[in-house]
């Protein structure tokens, strides 16, 4: 009878050394780790390894990699200013964004998570083609569903889309001009020393249509089809986020 393979049991880093250890777990995977799973493998806390991360993230922050972190998943990836070097040493060409795919990630990164409904009811139009781009290029992805008739479901950004736009977490997307003017309004000082840009009418209605438990803080962007004009290279694409939000 064959006997059954008794698992490796594995004695925790020591605290010090968790984050070096933290950081040739993520160096070695293929894709973006939860921190439970990562708590399990290493036979330490939850919080243990949270704070392992933080310092990870600190520490490299010079180096030629940094920590991205989308929830309760992280990864390590190659720092943004490397990007062109790295796509020149590898060859890689990536495609365009279209306006109109810009349009429909700023929406999903600004107001996630969101419906197909609040996306067009923002935007004026049918958006379901630039929102299938976007889920095949992996740049929003589905995360549930939302209460009500038909439980429609909610659409946010990827950690693909951090990676794309050489974000550490969504909240590193600069803030939308509404913001900023509401802040110079409150403060009675530039915030930034940008000028405010008021929402127009139709847009401000959408918004206040979203259930306030969707309006959450910033994340955006969108991919494109060949038959979208005024196509937007990726490298200028976060530069516009709060223009095409608008």
Same mark, same amino acid.
């Given at each position: 009878?064959?006997? +059954?393979?008794?698992?490796?049991?594995?004695?925790?880093?020591?605290?010090?050394?968790?984050?070096?250890?933290?950081?040739?777990?993520?160096?070695?995977?293929? %894709?973006?780790?939860?921190?439970?799973?990562?708590?399990?493998?290493?036979?330490?806390? +939850?919080?243990?390894?949270?704070? /392992?991360?933080? =310092?990870?993230? /600190?520490?490299?922050?010079?180096?030629?990699?940094?920590?991205?972190?989308?929830?309760? +998943?992280?990864?390590?990836?190659? /720092?943004?200013?490397?990007?062109?070097?790295?796509?020149?040493?590898?060859?890689?060409?990536? %495609?365009?964004?279209?306006?109109?795919?810009?349009?429909?990630?700023?929406?999903?990164?600004?107001?996630?998570?969101? =419906? +197909? !409904?609040?996306?067009?009811?923002?935007?004026?139009? &049918?958006?379901?083609? !630039?929102?299938? =781009?976007?889920?095949?290029?992996?740049?929003?992805?589905?995360?549930?569903?939302?209460?009500?008739?038909?439980?429609?479901?909610?659409?946010?950004?990827?950690?693909?889309?951090?990676?794309?736009?050489?974000?550490?977490?969504? *909240?590193?997307?600069?803030?939308?001009?509404?913001?900023?003017?509401?802040?110079?309004?409150?403060? %009675? !000082?530039?915030? &930034?020393?940008?000028?405010?840009?008021?929402?127009?009418? *139709?847009?401000?209605?959408?918004?206040? /249509?979203?259930? #306030?438990?969707?309006?959450?803080?910033?994340?955006?962007?969108?991919?494109?089809?060949?038959?979208?004009?005024? !196509?937007?290279?990726?490298?200028?694409? =976060?530069? #516009?986020?709060?223009?095409?939000?608008?």
């Amino acid at each position: 009878m064959r006997q +059954r393979r008794q698992p490796k049991k594995i004695v925790p880093p020591a605290p010090e050394r968790l984050p070096a250890i933290i950081e040739s777990l993520l160096f070695v995977a293929e %894709g973006p780790q939860e921190i439970g799973a990562l708590a399990k493998t290493l036979g330490v806390p +939850r919080q243990g390894v949270e704070r /392992a991360v933080e =310092t990870l993230a /600190a520490s490299v922050a010079e180096s030629g990699l940094f920590v991205q972190r989308m929830g309760d +998943r992280v990864q390590l990836s190659t /720092a943004p200013d490397a990007a062109p070097y790295i796509e020149h040493f590898l060859e890689v060409e990536y %495609g365009h964004l279209s306006r109109a795919s810009l349009e429909t990630l700023a929406i999903v990164a600004y107001r996630q998570p969101v =419906t +197909r !409904a609040m996306i067009e009811a923002v935007r004026g139009v &049918n958006s379901d083609h !630039a929102v299938s =781009t976007l889920i095949a290029r992996a740049l929003i992805e589905d995360v549930g569903r939302a209460p009500g008739p038909g439980r429609p479901v909610l659409l946010s950004t990827s950690i693909r889309f951090l990676e794309y736009f050489g974000l550490q977490r969504p *909240d590193d997307l600069p803030p939308l001009p509404e913001l900023v003017a509401a802040e110079e309004e409150r403060t %009675g !000082a530039p915030a &930034n020393g940008e000028d405010g840009i008021e929402a127009d009418g *139709d847009e401000a209605a959408a918004e206040d /249509a979203i259930p #306030e438990q969707y309006q959450a803080e910033p994340v955006a962007a969108s991919a494109g089809t060949p038959d979208e004009e005024d !196509a937007v290279d990726h490298e200028s694409a =976060t530069e #516009e986020l709060t223009e095409v939000s608008h």
